[in-house]
């Protein structure tokens, strides 16, 4: 049979107001008596030793009677430590994040338990509930965590010199923001004395606003800074902004964006980007319109040229033609004659790809016969021949080979084309590492909460995470407020961190809650008229 250790948390997802209410701990326990579950060892769940129920029986009893958390903390671990099994009891986890929660600092370790028993098995009946408590707890570390910015602030002031203005910097930036609060990290940037430092601050929490999803905000916060005219960080900050729109698909945001831009190659490049992501994304009519607003016509060439590829693809022969028609166009008006060859090349790889051989060879043979472009053609029919490999037409690509000139792009084409005949995968290189993610599961959760390394970002084993109170008042009393700040900041960028792959960590196990939940069921077939019931 299932047994409950310790489970006050209710299956309808809604707890109790006492369990809200952290002035009247004694409430809790008073309606935790109805649902608590001393076991008999002849019903323990299979895996539970009596050794460890005996220690369960204890630290609820100590919670229960005593309000002693720590204690009942120490008889949980305890009996987490006589299961081999960690997922033959998930409640020991269930238990230490209900404990854990009652004490102050301990947010952040109570939500790794509690998310340890979502993870240790098949969902629980309480899963709604206890999502609601770890969603408490994520508020109330991050409160915590604000506050204890503002310490770091108040230290940060306290410097003096060149050291103030990075003190603040690194306040502003590293912790709020690193807390999740953009409006507290411009507020403490903007007592940055220095007035190159603190646009420079201001820039970087913007973008870190963008990449963070906050798309309103970095709008509105890179729109209200005082940049000078012809200004290089401006740029900058609006090219990252517009690079984390256009990945999330934001394209009107990433517009208004680049329109804060002066008119010049800089808009036209953000332009670009931004309608060549609408055409690989099939936002083809957008994408048009987009790049009809692009001024430099080599960045034009590209936009069409990326318009022109979806277009193949979905089919559209007709606006296809006229989409290259109006790229070579672009490509005439380009007066840089290394330019010219680049965005000519560009366009021959786009048609090869797109299936049309002969017209990528007669774009590639506008280049010139001339340095640079000659270099550029034998970029282009390279990748023709690249093309017409793949595809298997080995003859074509040793005739477009034939008409290569530049001898380092010839030799390079003759070997990919005897590489192909032979079998032989030369030239290739192996597939990327994926980015490393943050691992949801029960062993990613409890790694992390026996985690005692200090140098470790997330080592949640760690004074700062066990008792803060006392890891606060055990810094050093200096006369030196720089050494003294070093040391308070240590701790907050501690935290900071450890929130931070917290919040990754629970991203993760919504996803893959949201990934378990099965698509809707095929729709049946209508009956034949004559069909029995």
């Given at each position: 049979?299932?047994?409950?250790l310790w489970d006050p948390l209710p299956s309808a997802g809604k707890?109790?107001?006492?369990?809200?209410?952290?002035?009247?701990?004694?409430?809790?326990?008073?309606?935790?008596?109805?649902?608590?579950?001393?076991?008999?060892?002849?019903?323990?769940?299979?895996?539970?030793?009596?050794?460890?129920?005996?220690?369960?029986?204890?630290?609820?009893?100590?919670?229960?009677?005593?309000?002693?958390?720590?204690?009942?903390?120490?008889?949980?671990?305890?009996?987490?430590?006589?299961?081999?099994?960690?997922?033959?009891?998930?409640?020991?986890?269930?238990?230490?994040?209900?404990?854990?929660?009652?004490?102050?600092?301990?947010?952040?370790?109570?939500?790794?338990?509690?998310?340890?028993?979502?993870?240790?098995?098949?969902?629980?009946?309480?899963?709604?509930?206890?999502?609601?408590?770890?969603?408490?707890?994520?508020?109330?570390?991050?409160?915590?965590?604000?506050?204890?910015?503002?310490?770091?602030?108040?230290?940060?002031?306290?410097?003096?010199?060149?050291?103030?203005?990075?003190?603040?910097?690194?306040?502003?930036?590293?912790?709020?923001?690193?807390?999740?609060?953009?409006?507290?990290?411009?507020?403490?940037?903007?007592?940055?004395?220095?007035?190159?430092?603190?646009?420079?601050?201001?820039?970087?929490?913007?973008?870190?606003?963008?990449?963070?999803?906050?798309?309103?905000?970095?709008?509105?916060?890179?729109?209200?800074?005082?940049?000078?005219?012809?200004?290089?960080?401006?740029?900058?900050?609006?090219?990252?902004i517009v690079g984390a729109e256009v990945l999330a698909g934001e394209?009107?945001?990433?517009?208004?964006?680049?329109?804060?831009?002066?008119?010049?190659?800089?808009?036209?490049?953000?332009?670009?980007?931004?309608?060549?992501?609408?055409?690989?994304?099939?936002?083809?009519?957008?994408?048009?319109?987009?790049?009809?607003?692009?001024?430099?016509?080599?960045?034009?060439?590209?936009?069409?040229?990326?318009?022109?590829?979806?277009?193949?693809?979905?089919?559209?022969?007709?606006?296809?033609?006229?989409?290259?028609?109006?790229?070579?166009?672009?490509?005439?008006?380009?007066?840089?004659?290394?330019?010219?060859?680049?965005?000519?090349?560009?366009?021959?790889?786009?048609?090869?790809?797109?299936?049309?051989?002969?017209?990528?060879?007669?774009?590639?043979?506008?280049?010139?016969?001339?340095?640079?472009?000659?270099?550029?053609?034998?970029?282009?029919?390279?990748?023709?021949?690249?093309?017409?490999?793949?595809?298997?037409?080995?003859?074509?690509?040793?005739?477009?080979?034939?008409?290569?000139?530049?001898?380092?792009?010839?030799?390079?084409?003759?070997?990919?084309?005897?590489?192909?005949?032979?079998?032989?995968?030369?030239?290739?290189?192996?597939?990327?590492?994926?980015?490393?993610?943050?691992?949801?599961?029960?062993?990613?959760?409890?790694?992390?909460?026996?985690?005692?390394?200090?140098?470790?970002?997330?080592?949640?084993?760690?004074?700062?995470?066990?008792?803060?109170?006392?890891?606060?008042?055990?810094?050093?009393?200096?006369?030196?407020?720089?050494?003294?700040?070093?040391?308070?900041?240590?701790?907050?960028?501690?935290?900071?961190?450890?929130?931070?792959?917290?919040?990754?960590?629970?991203?993760?196990?919504?996803?893959?809650?949201?990934?378990?939940?099965?698509?809707?069921?095929?729709?049946?077939?209508?009956?034949?008229?004559?069909?029995?019931?």
């Amino acid at each position: 049979m299932r047994t409950i250790l310790w489970d006050p948390l209710p299956s309808a997802g809604k707890l109790p107001g006492a369990w809200a209410v952290r002035a009247r701990p004694r409430d809790h326990f008073g309606w935790l008596a109805a649902g608590l579950c001393l076991l008999a060892t002849g019903l323990l769940r299979a895996g539970m030793p009596p050794e460890a129920q005996n220690a369960v029986n204890l630290g609820i009893s100590a919670a229960k009677q005593e309000h002693d958390f720590s204690l009942a903390i120490r008889y949980f671990q305890e009996a987490r430590a006589w299961v081999p099994v960690a997922t033959d009891a998930p409640e020991i986890f269930l238990n230490l994040g209900l404990a854990e929660s009652r004490l102050s600092g301990r947010e952040l370790r109570a939500i790794g338990w509690l998310s340890a028993y979502l993870a240790a098995g098949p969902t629980p009946r309480n899963v709604v509930a206890v999502k609601h408590e770890i969603d408490g707890l994520d508020v109330r570390s991050k409160s915590s965590l604000l506050r204890l910015v503002n310490v770091a602030r108040e230290a940060a002031a306290q410097t003096t010199g060149e050291k103030r203005d990075k003190n603040l910097e690194s306040v502003a930036v590293n912790d709020a923001m690193g807390a999740g609060d953009s409006v507290a990290a411009m507020k403490i940037a903007s007592l940055i004395q220095g007035a190159e430092c603190r646009l420079e601050t201001q820039s970087y929490i913007s973008e870190l606003q963008a990449d963070r999803g906050d798309f309103a905000g970095a709008f509105g916060s890179v729109g209200s800074l005082p940049f000078p005219e012809g200004s290089k960080e401006k740029w900058i900050t609006i090219r990252v902004i517009v690079g984390a729109e256009v990945l999330a698909g934001e394209y009107g945001w990433a517009l208004r964006t680049s329109d804060l831009q002066e008119a010049g190659r800089n808009k036209s490049f953000t332009q670009a980007v931004i309608a060549e992501a609408q055409a690989k994304s099939g936002e083809i009519e957008g994408a048009r319109r987009t790049a009809n607003l692009i001024q430099d016509p080599d960045l034009a060439v590209e936009a069409q040229a990326a318009i022109f590829e979806a277009e193949v693809k979905a089919g559209e022969t007709a606006p296809s033609q006229a989409t290259l028609g109006v790229a070579l166009e672009f490509a005439g008006r380009v007066e840089d004659p290394g330019q010219k060859g680049r965005v000519q090349s560009i366009l021959a790889k786009t048609q090869a790809q797109a299936g049309d051989i002969a017209g990528a060879i007669q774009t590639a043979n506008l280049n010139l016969e001339a340095p640079p472009d000659q270099v550029w053609k034998s970029f282009a029919l390279h990748a023709i021949a690249e093309v017409q490999t793949k595809a298997g037409d080995l003859a074509g690509a040793q005739s477009t080979a034939d008409l290569v000139q530049d001898a380092a792009w010839k030799s390079a084409t003759e070997s990919m084309i005897a590489q192909a005949k032979t079998g032989t995968p030369g030239g290739q290189t192996s597939a990327p590492e994926p980015p490393a993610t943050k691992e949801a599961t029960l062993s990613g959760w409890l790694n992390k909460l026996d985690d005692g390394d200090p140098t470790h970002d997330c080592a949640l084993n760690t004074p700062p995470f066990l008792d803060l109170a006392a890891c606060l008042k055990s810094l050093p009393r200096l006369t030196d407020p720089q050494k003294s700040f070093d040391a308070l900041s240590a701790v907050v960028g501690k935290i900071v961190s450890a929130q931070a792959s917290i919040d990754q960590m629970l991203k993760a196990a919504a996803q893959q809650a949201r990934d378990r939940i099965p698509g809707p069921p095929a729709k049946a077939s209508a009956p034949a008229e004559d069909a029995k019931p």
